[in-house]
């Protein structure tokens, strides 16, 4: 049956009207709360866990006696004692299928000597929380928290289980974490949607002016480039060098770019993206596929440059044990974010000839564990996204919900993978931010963390809430 755009329009209406009536009938005096969710946010920060080693069961332990506390029942399966994964559940009817929201208790190690602030003592300074983990990702660990402790307290009857992942591993071990929990616990987190890091929303002069929601993201797929040549003193140059060769292959790869190929999800970003834009920039969006608005996009919007292709960039040189012996081999690590579609061994084999050089090896960088799955883009016409979409634009009228391809890999991949419609959401970040995710003194803004909170409330009661 085809439906006319009027009927379309008055359901697009209908869907509104019931969102807005799911709100009101679970109002929360935000202000009241936020003190709570600050306090709640600190004292996680104060937990260290840093990964290697991660001693996530520390998090998930802290977690649990909270939610216990309120009558919340909790799980915890580890695939090491000392690294938890914790699962909390609040049940529904059971007339839909479940939603999972996920945060990551583990954090990436620092170098304290050059941090301003104890990276393990939250502080407060100039209208933001300084520490590890402060973005990445323990505000998303807190608005589980908050969720399942409101759900309860307000006694919101539910079509579904709402399913809160306190996860280990995330960064760069998943073994423990989210491969663990689908592997051998995949009954305690199936869902039909999953919510977890991946997505930011960005201000500009103080003001939201996009909300990014995740919907698909690039692959994480290292490289490792390996020169040979014959080894010798140093006193006598060769032309076989493999330090010459290997840095004359990072030289080839580093000007050269794969093809340029959009998704549904990245597509619609920059159709979107356009709308808010001013004219040059609106025009630049709309033609993307223009190499000289890649340039441009290159240089002024790398961000933006690096939605549109398979990116390249190396991270680590090796080579070399002494000043006066030419080593035999030497070799280079490249971060190569691939798009969902890439095939790999076809890119391997064009990093081969555009280096040129029988005597460098390309291939697969070998890693611990597996590696991240490339998946299907989550729907952008589901409920869950449009409910997302109703969040923003109740908290931040004027903005706009963009569908966004991420950079960085989440453990939604994972999920994508066995079939849910994963999305990731993101704090109030200004557009020139320089204190992020794994930065020395990272930070985010102190009304960000009750900003979430309520971001995933709004979505989460709209389709979870029984109607």
Avoid at 12 to 17: C, I, K, Q, Y
Avoid at 145 to 158: D, E
Avoid at 416 to 430: H, L, Q, S, W
Wanted: proline share 6%; charged share 25%.
């Amino acid at each position: 049956m085809k439906i006319t755009t009027r009927a379309s329009t008055l359901l697009l209406v209908f869907a509104a009207v019931a969102a807005a009536q799911s709100q009101d009938r679970y109002p929360v005096d935000w202000r009241a709360v936020t003190p709570e969710i600050m306090q709640h946010f600190e004292d996680v920060l104060r937990i260290d866990t840093s990964n290697p080693p991660g001693n996530e069961s520390k998090a998930a332990a802290f977690l649990q006696q909270i939610l216990e506390k309120e009558g919340i029942p909790c799980k915890q399966f580890a695939l090491e004692p000392s690294r938890a994964n914790l699962v909390a559940r609040i049940k529904g009817n059971g007339s839909k299928r479940p939603i999972l929201v996920m945060g990551h208790t583990d954090v990436v190690t620092t170098q304290r000597d050059k941090w301003t602030f104890d990276p393990f003592s939250p502080t407060h300074k100039g209208g933001y929380v300084y520490a590890r983990g402060a973005s990445d990702d323990k505000p998303h660990v807190v608005a589980g928290l908050m969720l399942l402790l409101l759900l309860k307290r307000m006694n919101v009857k539910l079509d579904r289980d709402v399913i809160f992942l306190a996860e280990a591993g995330e960064e760069g071990t998943t073994k423990y974490g989210i491969d663990f929990m689908v592997d051998k616990h995949w009954n305690e987190i199936e869902s039909e949607y999953s919510l977890a890091e991946g997505g930011a929303t960005f201000s500009r002069a103080g003001k939201v002016r996009t909300v990014e929601i995740g919907a698909v993201e690039k692959v994480p797929r290292p490289v490792l480039v390996v020169a040979h040549g014959r080894a010798g003193h140093a006193s006598s140059p060769r032309a076989d060098n493999a330090i010459v060769g290997l840095a004359s292959a990072v030289a080839k790869v580093a000007a050269w770019q794969p093809p340029m190929r959009l998704n549904d999800v990245t597509r619609a970003y920059f159709e979107r993206l356009a709308t808010i834009s001013a004219p040059e920039d609106a025009a630049r969006y709309m033609h993307v596929a223009d190499p000289a608005v890649q340039q441009y996009l290159l240089q002024h919007e790398p961000s933006h440059a690096n939605m549109l292709r398979t990116t390249i960039t190396p991270t680590i040189i090796k080579g070399g044990f002494r000043i006066n012996v030419i080593p035999s081999e030497a070799e280079a690590s490249l971060d190569v974010r691939a798009l969902p579609d890439e095939n790999m061994e076809h890119f391997y084999a064009e990093l081969r000839r555009v280096i040129g050089d029988k005597s460098v090896d390309v291939g697969p960088r070998p890693r611990e564990g597996r590696e991240r799955p490339a998946t299907h883009a989550s729907r952008l016409d589901s409920e869950m996204f449009h409910a997302l979409e109703h969040a923003q634009q109740r908290m931040f009228p004027g903005a706009i919900t963009l569908p966004a391809m991420r950079g960085g890999a989440t453990d939604n991949a994972q999920l994508r993978a066995k079939g849910v419609d994963g999305y990731g959401f993101g704090t109030i970040t200004d557009e020139h931010e320089s204190h992020g995710a794994h930065t020395e003194d990272e930070r985010i803004r102190e009304d960000s963390v009750p900003s979430l909170v309520e971001f995933l409330w709004r979505a989460v009661v709209e389709v979870a809430a029984a109607k």
